[in-house]
């Protein structure tokens, strides 16, 4: 296998908004991804930034050419959920869910 992985798990966003950062990243170059995430003003871009600088990490333990590697894959899935409750009138209390993201990257040499 000529791929190199990492992955964050429990990442305190919800996938959706993470998805929006992610989506931009496919397919790119690992370099300018990373350089590209510099410049995204959202407030998942630096987790997935150092996500990136340690899949990069990972490739060069495995001795793949790290000039030529491209993001192949990058999921965002859901993780847990943590459950709050928001008091409401009448003694009634609504569900409040605090989503998380499970986040995985390939990277992979350009063929």
């Known amino acids: 296998m000529n791929e190199a992985t990492a992955q964050l798990n429990n990442y305190r966003q919800s996938p959706r908004k993470v998805r929006l950062v992610v989506d931009t990243l496919r397919g790119k170059k690992i370099e300018e991804a990373i350089t590209l995430l ?13 996500l990136l600088t340690s899949a990069l990490a990972n490739a060069k333990d495995l001795a793949l050419p790290t000039e030529d590697l491209i993001v192949k894959e990058i999921r965002v899935d859901a993780g847990g959920t943590l459950y709050r409750r928001r008091p409401r009138s009448k003694g009634m209390a609504n569900p409040i869910r605090k989503r998380t993201s499970r986040i995985r990257v390939t990277l ?3 063929k």
């Open 38 to 50: 510099s410049f995204i003003p959202r407030r998942s871009a630096l987790p997935l930034q150092k």
């Open 108 to 110: 992979a040499p350009k």
